[in-house]
């Protein structure tokens, strides 16, 4: 089964369309990162997935609609909308308290061992606690539920470099098992290049791209071009060429590795070099 | 968080836990709990009142064993009234006090987790929008009067004790001053009122109050008063009449039919038959059923402002 499955997924604002009817597939295990410009769609699309705004068109997550099953589909679906969204009011253990007392998935002994490995204070206020500790409480809470589905909406926004690897490498070591599907927007592309399996990109309300990271990796290299071979490589067609250090890098879209290889040298692109190369390509073909 | 730490207990992989069955009621339960974790001013407000009132009755202590012994020359129903009035002025304060508080609570309860967007990590658990409204509207009706009843009947215990001990002293029969003041009957009178006035009869001003809570993007007070006075004052304008007004107004005051403040001193307390057989308050709860209903729905469409 899939563990997110939209066909027709349609959501406007008045005259706005926030979702143009994107079809959509996240299959159970996955961790796919939802990357788009500002007001591309991604938080109206993560808000229908969990039940939060009405929609048109069909969407079924673990098989059920969202819209109508919220209460019962949180007992396996989890999120963080973002940093500063956990009650400022409240006591860290009247947090772990509460959570412990509605969710039946809620495992509090694990939830109290994440929380011992940082410096928060079982007393403390949250107002009291910094930004990054309380992204730390919040994964803490949410890796403690034993949820199937897990949705991040800019979970580190606004942290430290420190607290946005912890928060991915505490993601990947004691939480993802392979069984689980997380659905992750960010704006600080490269840092979760290594922990995604599929990669999507939205734009004006649409999915532009869509592809796993093996055919990622696969598809498209870099390469940073000897200037006397520029005009070779520009022969080959590449996407997108942009300038750094004086040296012209193109990135290339199924190519012939060794014919790239005798242009200079060849990697892998960052996500986000890709994505700036399709939106750039995205809104040429807008303007023609 | 730390990857290193990885060997500490508790952060095994997570072997499946086999998910408790939960009641359906723990939702409810718990969702309580946090509205009294959140506002502290429930018991403490009425608390702190009940505090000034028992340090400022201090003071009249001395001179309580005149007073008491005048009014033994009274007629029965005129000392019973002198008696009574410190234990009156203390229910009137703490209840006045639970009012107050139960108003900005009403107000902020639906509309205060939208602004400081605590409402996302509400919604991410699965507690639904029916059982959240439900949950505050039981502070409101079932909480916070059974705390200003409690803490009533506390601060009167405690006067009472302090008077017996004055009056004692001052060798005055404390029997005659307990008989006089008949505090078993002055107390079923209390949960009387407490249940037909704070309960009942204000059901359709709270459930109003959530509702607007639950609707308004900024000012919720202003969202309440204004359009109900802005009826009245186009009736008046419009019809020369103030049916809506003259509604508001009973509705404030307890209702002429309610057991109130007074009316629950009086022997034939069994107005309360009277009461429930009212129209007004028929309607009052039906009003209240529909404004928690609409503001539950309109919970679930809510998003933070």
Redesign the interface.
């Known amino acids: 089964m899939a563990c997110i499955e939209a066909r027709g997924l349609r959501k406007a604002f008045g005259g706005t369309v926030a979702l143009d009817s994107i079809d959509l597939r996240v299959e159970e295990g996955r961790i796919l990162g939802l990357i788009g410009p500002n007001g591309a769609g991604k938080t109206t699309a993560l808000n229908a997935i969990l039940g939060l705004t009405p929609y048109q068109g069909e969407l079924r997550v673990l098989g059920r609609n969202p819209w109508v099953e919220r209460e019962r589909l949180m007992q396996d679906v989890c999120f963080i909308a973002d940093v500063a969204v956990l009650p400022r009011w409240a006591r860290v253990s009247q947090m772990v308290d509460y959570v412990a007392g509605v969710h039946p998935r809620f495992d509090r002994a694990k939830a109290e061992g994440f929380l011992a490995k940082t410096t928060i204070q079982p007393q403390s206020r949250i107002r009291e606690l910094s930004k990054g500790m309380v992204a730390q409480l919040h994964l803490a809470l949410v890796m403690a539920i034993d949820a199937r589905l897990l949705v991040l909406d800019e979970p580190t926004l606004g942290l430290d470099i420190l607290y946005r690897k912890q928060f991915y490498d505490s993601l990947l070591n004691d939480y993802f098992d392979g069984n689980r599907t997380i659905v992750v927007t960010t704006h600080q592309v490269d840092e979760i290049q290594h922990v995604l399996t599929d990669l999507m990109f939205m734009d004006r309300g649409r999915i532009v791209f869509n592809c796993t990271m093996e055919e990622f990796e696969l598809r498209y290299a870099e390469v940073m071009v000897r200037p006397e071979q520029l005009a070779a490589a520009r022969a080959l067609k590449p996407m997108h060429e942009r300038q750094a250090l004086g040296r012209s890098i193109l990135l290339f879209d199924k190519a012939d590795r060794q014919q790239l290889a005798a242009l200079g040298e060849v990697r892998t692109p960052s996500i986000a070099d890709l994505f700036v190369a399709a939106m750039g390509n995205q809104q040429q073909g807008a303007a023609r | ?3 290193e ?2 060997a ?4 095994q ?2 072997a ?2 086999s ?4 009641p359906g009621t ?2 409810f ?3 309580v ?2 509205e009294l ?2 506002y502290r001013s429930i018991y403490l407000a009425p608390l702190a009142i009940a505090g000034v009132i028992v340090l400022g009755f201090v003071f009249v202590l001395e001179g309580l064993p005149h007073t008491v012994h005048s009014a033994m020359t009274m007629d029965p129903q005129h000392q019973r009234d002198a008696l009574l009035h410190p234990f009156e002025v203390a229910a009137g304060l703490i209840m006045m006090a639970s009012f107050i508080v139960s108003i900005f609570y009403a107000l902020d309860c639906l509309y205060g ?1 939208r602004r ?6 509400w ?6 929008d029916l ?1 959240a409204v439900l949950a505050k509207a039981s502070v409101l009706l079932v909480v916070l009067p059974a705390i200003a009843f409690a803490i009533t009947l506390l601060t009167e215990t405690i006067i009472l004790l302090m008077s017996s001990a004055v009056l004692g002293a001052s060798g005055l029969s404390v029997a005659q001053f307990w008989a006089g003041l008949m505090p078993i009957e002055n107390m079923t009178g209390l949960a009387c009122h407490v249940v037909t006035v704070h309960i009942l009869w204000y059901a359709p001003l709270y459930a109003w109050l959530m509702l607007v809570s639950a609707w308004s993007r900024r000012a919720p007070f202003l969202w309440a008063v204004l359009p109900p006075f802005a009826v009245a004052v186009f009736e008046k304008i419009a019809f020369h009449t103030g049916y809506f007004a003259g509604l508001l107004t009973e509705r404030f005051t307890g209702g002429k039919d309610a057991v109130t403040g007074s009316g629950m001193l009086d022997p034939d307390m069994m107005t309360a038959s009277h009461f429930v057989t009212t129209p007004g308050l028929w309607f009052g709860l039906f009003l209240a059923a529909a404004f928690l209903l609409a503001a539950a729905r309109l919970r ?2 809510r ?2 402002i």
């Open positions: 968080m730390n990857p730490a990885n500490m207990p508790g952060s992989p997570s499946a836990i998910p408790k069955v939960v723990r939702p339960y718990w969702s709990r946090r974790m959140e987790e400081e967007r605590s409402i996302l990590f919604k991410s658990l699965p507690v639904s059982t679930r469409y998003g933070p």
